[in-house]
């Protein structure tokens, strides 16, 4: 699936989206294109509530993927759709990733 397929499956719900953002993930860390379009996934209502497990919602996934990318284009997409969550989303996103601050996040996945 090219990477608009999966964004499409991954915002239109269902029982493969987080598959698809799964999929978008492990092409971002060689894929600016799928970087970018995790960062536009994070941001969707949808995926915000759908929760991966525990607090993780697919929204977080997304961005953890992005910082784990470690490219340039990945973690800057990773801090844009940071700074769209909520302030109190921030302080739990950053609690789970065990950073003060976005930029000092490096989870391995």
Do not use: C
Request: glycine share 4%.
């Amino acid at each position: 699936m090219t990477n608009a397929d999966l964004a499409d499956l991954a915002a239109s719900g269902g029982p493969y989206r987080g598959k698809a953002v799964f999929e978008l993930v492990d092409r971002a860390r060689s894929d600016d294109d799928a970087a970018s379009r995790l960062e536009q996934l994070s941001r969707l209502t949808t995926l915000r509530e759908d929760r991966a497990f525990h607090l993780v919602s697919l929204a977080w996934a997304a961005i953890i993927g992005l910082l784990a990318a470690e490219t340039v284009h990945a973690r800057a997409s990773a801090y844009a759709a940071f700074e769209a969550l909520g302030p109190s989303e921030q302080m739990d996103f950053l609690a789970y990733v065990q950073a003060e601050r976005i930029e000092d996040a490096h989870p391995r996945i």
